[in-house]
């Protein structure tokens, strides 16, 4: 397989998995990885996790998008937590670790694009998510109200007054009230209902750090 046949077939993908190569260049497996393995010695390709690559940008003709590199790294996942809130504006800081949920074993990926961490929850539990355009990029994103929900049930310990305003919640107008109890109740678990108690109680008393 010569480099500039691949960038050709696979240029224009911001990343691609092994399977992927195979198909397209109709390499042997092998042939594949050795060659694979090769052009990232040479540091024409980078290596994302275990049979998965992009290009270096001298070689790749659209860019990488890290919060749709989260949803491709491992699945079935989600970006939720501290990410997704982030992303929505209910937390004033950006947070640098993209943090998902999966139905499978905990993982977590480092590589120049960012770190990627994937935490386990029950599969009744993996709901309330949907696809937004994130910097031109199809992302699969909790909503508001399970990416909140996710980060009570996955925290370990009571949610209670104190521990809710020093996370310093704002644009909580976000938030919809009536599908964040319903998600709660599916979800079925004390803690997580007597959070979203908590939370919703600072809300409406408009405590500083929670912003209506």
């Not at 070689?59 to 079935?76: C, Q």
Request: hydrophobic residues 40%; charged residues 25%; positive net charge.
């Amino acid at each position: 397989m010569r480099l500039d046949t691949a960038v050709e077939l696979l240029g224009a993908m911001p990343f691609f998995d092994l399977a992927t190569v195979v198909q397209l260049t109709e390499e042997s497996h092998s042939g594949a990885v050795n060659q694979l393995h090769r052009w990232s010695r040479a540091g024409k390709l980078v290596p994302l996790r275990r049979g998965m690559y992009t290009f270096v940008d001298r070689y790749r003709r659209v860019p990488v998008s890290p919060a749709a590199l989260a949803n491709a790294l491992y699945t079935p996942s989600y970006i939720s937590g501290l990410w997704a809130l982030g992303s929505l504006g209910l937390i004033p800081e950006g947070v640098s670790a993209y943090t998902s949920v999966t139905t499978r074993t905990p993982r977590r990926f480092d590589n120049p694009f960012g770190a990627f961490r994937y935490t386990a929850i029950k599969r009744s539990f993996f709901f309330g998510y949907r696809t937004v355009s994130i910097a031109g990029a199809e992302v699969v994103l909790a909503t508001a109200e399970k990416a909140l929900l996710d980060l009570f049930h996955l925290s370990s310990g009571e949610w209670d007054r104190p521990r809710m305003i020093e996370m310093r919640f704002q644009q909580t107008g976000v938030v919809d009230r009536r599908r964040l109890q319903a998600y709660a109740r599916r979800m079925g678990k004390p803690r997580i209902l007597r959070a979203v108690r908590v939370w919703s109680e600072c809300c409406d008393a408009g405590e500083d750090g929670v912003d209506l």
